[in-house]
């Protein structure tokens, strides 16, 4: 069986840090494409940043470029997505996923196997 399992998300204000991390379980962690994806409330889930099975493919939305950073650690089966200057729109429900996913389709939901329950961050003005 397998598990993503998220946390270090809470409240934060406007230009603060959080470090989240996703640990995982039940699988060859080092096989797959390791992503983080957000949903805010009344909108859709959107991708964020993806890690590949490596770590040496970096993908970030453009949204966040330049605060967030994504990495793994796959001695340790875990993902992580350290943000900073967060802003007030990074507020939402933040999952990680797994799948064995090309880089031309790792912004695509779809593509991923499996999914963590998430963790929220809330980022106050």
């Known amino acids: 069986q397998v598990n993503l399992v998220e946390s270090g998300g809470g409240l934060v204000q406007a230009g603060g840090s959080l470090r989240l991390s996703c640990a995982a379980s039940?699988?060859?962690?080092?096989?797959?494409?390791m992503s983080w994806f957000r949903q805010a409330p009344g909108k859709e889930r959107e991708f964020v940043a993806a890690?590949?099975?490596?770590?040496?493919?970096?993908y970030y939305t453009d949204s966040v470029k330049g605060r967030f950073t994504i990495s793994r650690d796959n001695a340790k089966n875990t993902v992580y997505l350290q943000m900073n200057s967060l802003k007030p729109e990074d507020t939402a429900v933040y999952h990680c996923?797994?799948?064995?996913?090309?880089?031309?389709?790792?912004?695509?939901?779809?593509?991923?196997?499996?999914w963590g329950q998430g963790t929220q961050v809330t980022v106050s003005s």
């Open positions: 996923a797994a799948g064995r996913v090309a880089p031309a389709t790792n912004r695509n939901q779809r593509a991923y196997d499996y």
């Open positions: 039940g699988l060859t962690f080092s096989s797959y494409t």
């Open positions: 890690a590949s099975w490596s770590g040496f493919g970096i």
